[in-house]
């Protein structure tokens, strides 16, 4: 029988760990997990965190599974159930919108891309599955912390970078848009990420009605609003996409 290379064997349980166990995990939970030596599990998480394959939290030094993974693994993204169940209606909604979709979930104090749909149009475009995105100020962000309390604790506690002039980081101001992207059900950006960019979004719940995600669109602002206002067509577009996987996920009729 061949020989198996033992780093590569605690890596790959160490991956296995961080993705079966809770949210985060520390140094001496990993290390007593697996029956490793503290400085065995240190030098193998760092070479894994370099890689992009492990994520550290600088607050509380602990670990979590890393975007990198998600980068590498469209077989997996494949097999995800979230964007299994929006695979057609994302493609649907940039048929009908014209513009960018993009499906996202929380990761760390961000969110996390895990599908892309391009704009239906020759231009030129870059795949942005695994990028990173903030929670505060971009659609998809906003419809996560209204509605995932996890989501709203990463905003409350971190700082809220301005990107923009029109950038919400006033925690009360935050707060308020919270409240607003609850009662009517999607969430808005207009300009407060990208300058000239604006974009809606709305959630997604799974079948304990729990949301797992946020599906919108991103595109120029004087495609995406008019008159100063977001076009109605496109926001209820959107939310009839957010309610389409929510159904598909058994989460029933919202």
Known sequence: ???????????AAMLRLLAGGERRLGLS??????GLAKGTAHGILRTLQQEGFVEQDATSGRYQLGA???????SY??????????????????????????????????????HHVFRPDDSRQVLEVGAMQPLHCTALGKVLSAYDPVAHSEVVEAER??????????LGDFEGLMDLTR???WAADVEETWEGVASVAAP???????????????????????DGELRPEIVAAVRDCARAVSRDLGAGRF
């Open 161 to 170: 970078a301005a990107f923009t002039p029109r950038t919400v980081t006033g």
């Open 1 to 11: 029988m061949a020989r198996t290379i033992q780093s590569l064997e605690r890596a």
């Open 68 to 74: 990198e993974l998600l980068r590498l693994g469209n």
């Open 29 to 34: 939970d990993i290390s007593s997990s697996l």
């Open 77 to 114: 993204l494949d097999v995800h159930e979230l964007r299994a169940r929006a695979l057609v209606w994302t493609d649907d909604l940039a048929r009908s919108s014209g513009e960018a979709v993009y499906l996202g979930v929380l990761h760390q104090q961000g969110v996390l891309v895990v």
């Open 183 to 185: 009662a009517r059900g």
């Open 204 to 226: 997604i719940h799974d079948r304990r009605r729990m949301p797992v995600g946020a599906v919108g669109i991103t595109g120029a602002v004087e495609r995406v609003c008019q």
